[in-house]
């Protein structure tokens, strides 16, 4: 009992002090609270007192980056203006003494600073871009004089057939040295700039662009001129009525100077100009060439025009050699080819117009003709056609082209020529010589062939009264036109299409013509036979003997005496067309053509004549002038 007391008491003893311990939490929480709801309030105070003092700090933080751009912003409107009399002093005293760099770098921060000052559009700037623009003006005059005298270094018309004469090797026309193409391109960069055109008035030409042209403008034209008078020169100084004769002209020469100096001046180009300023540069420069090549075009046309018949040829060289040069010029540097194709336009249509002009010409040469050779012989007129001819297998690829834009036969009147027409180069593919433009030149040449030859052939029989000369004539026309046909290019164009059959035909008209006159001699030797009187039938063909003696003495008086009068006759008739025969003028073919013709029309008939009634006269030859053998000898003489 008494330990549970104990511990009881022990226990009450542990709750009194916790109680107690209780107790002074309590009074420890109370005063924490206290301490927190004063530490709350002194929080408030200090954050209701600095928020102000926070506000205006950051104002006065915002205001000092305000004022310090204010200041950055001062400094850049004021640096151009302190750095003036440096970038004046440079600008005075010009590229040549302060260096082509940096007097393009002066140049650059002065149109830099000007920028600058012009976006402010702060009064006080109104002053210092005043001034800058003066230097600013004042260095590209500079650069332009300096630009200038650079390119008037090189501007002395140089010898074209020093590069165009072909010795061991054609020596390349003379380009810029590579020192002067860097500060030429240099220069042209900054006046090429638009703070340049600005300086310039607003002008949209570079002034870099408008001086190089007039200068190298004035070099390629210098250096062509001589060339350009040589083309007319040489192409006027021939003989009267003789036909152009290839490449006699200058004008090869001359198109092969611009072809060359054009393609150096190209490269010239391209290495100091930008690429966007290659065509417009390239045009301007070979300008004033191409208007003195057109013009020499212009004087050579109409040295052709009243020259036609025989320098229409120079036409189409020349038509050959400019379209060719041409799309050579285009192909290299993308230009020219619409200059080209005008100051080619004269020519090309009287190229185009020639070809019935020519026709023409025939048509009115044999019409004006007062008379012919009495003996047979061949006119000029047709060796000089035939040589056209000749000449015109020279020009395949320009004929090709002309007459693919005519079309077959438009060239048989000159208004079907005129009515087509175009202002632009032809295209490279209308050169090509095929087939087609083959046929249309063979055509062509059959086609003056045809009218030469109908025209002839209306003439003799105007003219030549015996129509044995006019077959003769005839003949010789033909067999000159078959020998030079046989002897040049005309072989090959005429080997299709029945040029051949037609000629031949030809050739056969005037041989029958001629033939008609020995018809004579040939009539004196028909005779009647009668197969119902007394005697043997006389054999028929050649393997049957005669003999003469009995036919005459079956024949009557009457008969006799016909027998003797065609023997007469056509001794008489044979001697004066042998005679006659010998006196003509014939072509060497054409007579021992001819002969055999007549051999072939007449021997027969006297051999089967004589052999019947040879013993007519027996053998005093006072009828029977010729032999069998004799004959055939004379008949053999003709040829």
């Known amino acids: 009992m008494k330990l549970r007391n104990a511990d009881h008491a022990e226990e009450s003893a542990e709750v009194e002090v916790l109680f107690a311990e209780a107790a002074k939490l309590d009074v420890i929480s109370r005063k924490i609270k206290a301490s927190s709801a004063k530490l709350d309030g002194g929080s408030r105070l200090v954050k209701d007192t600095v928020k ?10 915002t205001m000092n980056d305000n004022i310090d751009r204010i200041l950055d912003a001062i400094d850049k409107m004021l640096g151009p203006s302190e750095d003036k009399e440096r970038e004046e ?7 040549d003494r302060v260096g082509l760099r940096d007097y393009l770098a002066s140049l650059t921060r002065i149109d830099r600073s000007l920028s600058q000052m012009s976006s402010s559009n702060l009064r006080i700037n109104q002053q210092a871009i005043g001034d800058f623009n003066e230097l600013l003006n004042e260095g590209s005059n500079q650069l332009q004089a300096l630009f200038r005298s650079i390119l008037a270094e090189d501007v002395q018309p140089v010898e074209p057939l020093t590069y165009l004469i072909k010795e061991d090797k054609q020596k390349p026309f003379p380009t810029l040295a590579q020192e002067k193409v860097s500060k030429l391109g240099l220069i042209d960069q900054f006046l090429s700039s638009s703070a340049a055109r600005n300086a310039s008035h607003g002008s949209r030409e570079s002034p870099s662009i408008r001086i ?6 004035g070099y390629l034209s210098g250096s062509l001129h001589n060339l350009s008078a040589a083309s007319i020169s040489t192409s006027r100084r021939k003989v009267s009525g003789e036909i152009y004769r290839q490449r006699t002209s200058g004008i090869g020469t001359y198109a092969q100077g611009i072809e060359n100096s054009f393609s150096a001046e190209f490269r010239n ?4 100009f930008g690429r966007e300023n290659w065509g417009p540069v390239f045009d301007a420069t070979c300008r004033k060439a191409l208007a003195e090549f057109a013009k020499t075009l212009r004087e050579l046309n109409m040295h052709i025009k009243s020259n036609l018949p025989t320098d229409c040829f120079l036409a189409y060289e020349i038509f050959e050699i400019v379209t060719n040069v041409g799309y050579s010029l285009d192909q290299q540097t993308g230009q020219l080819k619409l200059p080209f194709a005008d100051a080619l336009k004269p020519i090309r249509e009287t190229a185009r117009c020639s070809l019935a002009e020519l026709l023409e010409d025939v048509r009115r040469r044999t019409s004006s003709m007062q008379s012919l050779a009495p003996d047979g012989s061949v006119v000029p007129f047709t060796t000089e056609v035939m040589t056209r ?10 004929l090709a082209s002309i007459m693919a834009s005519l079309g077959d036969g438009n060239w048989q009147s000159i208004a079907s020529a005129n009515s087509t027409s175009s202002t632009s180069l032809p295209s490279l593919k209308s050169f090509d010589v ?3 433009s083959s046929q249309l030149l063979a055509h062509y040449i059959m086609d003056t062939i045809e009218t030469l030859l109908t025209s002839l052939d209306a003439k003799a029989r105007l003219l030549l009264r015996s129509k044995s000369v006019a077959g003769v004539f005839m003949a010789n026309n033909v067999a000159l036109i078959d020998r030079m046909i046989r002897s040049s290019d005309l072989s090959t164009v005429l080997s299709s299409g029945g040029a051949s059959t037609k000629i031949e035909s030809w050739r056969k008209k005037g041989t029958s013509a001629y033939l008609e006159s020995w018809r004579e001699p040939c009539s004196a030797l028909m005779d009647v036979q009668y197969t119902n009187r007394g005697g043997a039938r006389p054999p028929s063909g050649s393997s049957g003997v005669i003999d ?4 005459i003495k079956q024949l009557g008086s009457k008969d006799k005496d016909s027998i003797k009068e065609k023997f007469k006759n056509f001794n008489t008739s044979f001697d004066e067309l042998s005679s ?4 003509l003028q014939m072509e060497r073919e054409v007579r021992s053509q001819l002969a055999r013709e007549v051999q072939a029309m007449i021997e027969p008939l006297y051999a089967r004549f004589w052999d019947r009634y040879h013993e007519i006269d027996k053998g005093k030859g006072k009828y029977v002038k010729y032999d069998k053998g004799s004959l055939s000898a004379q008949l053999a003489a003709l040829g």
Request: net charge positive.
């Open 548 to 551: 003469s003696a009995t036919v």
């Open 212 to 217: 190089y042209a007039e200068l190298r403008g």
């Open 389 to 398: 001819m000749q000449t015109l297998t020279l020009y395949p690829q320009s």
């Open 580 to 583: 006659k025969h010998k006196s």
């Open 52 to 61: 102000p003092v926070y506000s205006n700090t950051h104002g006065l933080q």
């Open 89 to 95: 002093r440079i600008i005075r005293a010009g590229p």
């Open 269 to 272: 180009i391209s290495a100091v």
């Open 434 to 436: 095929d087939a087609d």
